[in-house]
């Protein structure tokens, strides 16, 4: 069974500092890496998407995969309070189930000022 | 662009009626949608794949004849939850992938909040 593991949390951070946020899955043959962002009530919005090893980065967000490890990490620098919210890791497969995520539970990120 | 409605946003129903949600891609193709049911402070669990012009794809433990999906163009696909029981309240998310777009990323709807009395 494939799984995504996440640090549940919460994290909180003050304003301005790095918030970095885990992910590790099981399955070595997943290809594309994703984190979004879930406000309370509100559905999914995408963050970012990683396919390759090494480093990606987005204005604020800089994520970092590392396929021999099983991991995948999101850094979000200058925090901001509007950055609260819970941030999911997931993790697709290819072939037959082209496009199909597994989530993580989520990690609830808290900014405070 | 890539962006995902769903109708209605919310509904309140009574138990043993059916309801149906639809989920459209506004501006682009979609040959594969997800339907995920989301509890309060959990993650969100995949209910299906659906796929245009196919049959649905269930995940294991969900009911097919009572979840109905059908994806009968490339822009939409509606889930049909029948004779509804208040355990199926819950947040009903569809997300949809861009056929044209090259990528397998996957663009959520903002959901449909059901309660069932």
């Known amino acids: 069974q494939k799984e995504v593991e996440q640090n549940s949390g919460p994290l909180s951070v003050p304003e301005g500092a790095i918030a970095s946020l885990n992910c590790t899955y099981s399955d070595r043959g997943s290809q594309s890496f994703f984190w979004y962002r879930q406000y309370s009530g509100k559905s999914p919005e995408l963050i970012m998407f990683?396919?390759?090893?090494g480093d990606k980065e987005d204005g604020r967000f800089t994520a970092q995969l590392n396929k021999a490890s099983q991991y995948v990490s999101l850094l979000i620098r200058d925090s901001q309070p509007s950055d609260s919210a819970t941030y999911l890791c997931a993790v697709a497969e290819g072939g037959t189930s082209y496009g199909k995520l597994t989530f993580g539970q989520g990690t609830i990120l808290t900014v405070h000022p | 662009g890539a962006v995902v409605s769903q109708h209605p946003s919310w509904v309140i129903c009574k138990s043993g009626t059916s309801v149906k949600i639809e989920c459209r891609s506004l501006d682009f193709q979609a040959t594969t949608m997800f339907w995920y049911r989301q509890f309060p402070k959990q993650s969100l669990m995949l209910m299906a794949t659906s796929n245009e012009g196919s049959k649905a794809t269930y995940e294991q433990g969900v009911e097919k004849d009572k979840f109905l999906i059908n994806h009968a163009s490339l822009t939409l696909s509606t889930l049909t939850v029948t004779s509804a029981h208040p355990e199926d309240s819950s947040f009903y998310i569809c997300?949809?992938?861009?056929?044209?777009?090259?990528?397998?990323?996957?663009?959520f709807g903002p959901g449909t909040r059901l309660t069932v009395l």
């Open positions: 990683i396919y390759s090893n």
């Open positions: 997300s949809a992938i861009d056929s044209g777009g090259g990528t397998d990323t996957q663009y």
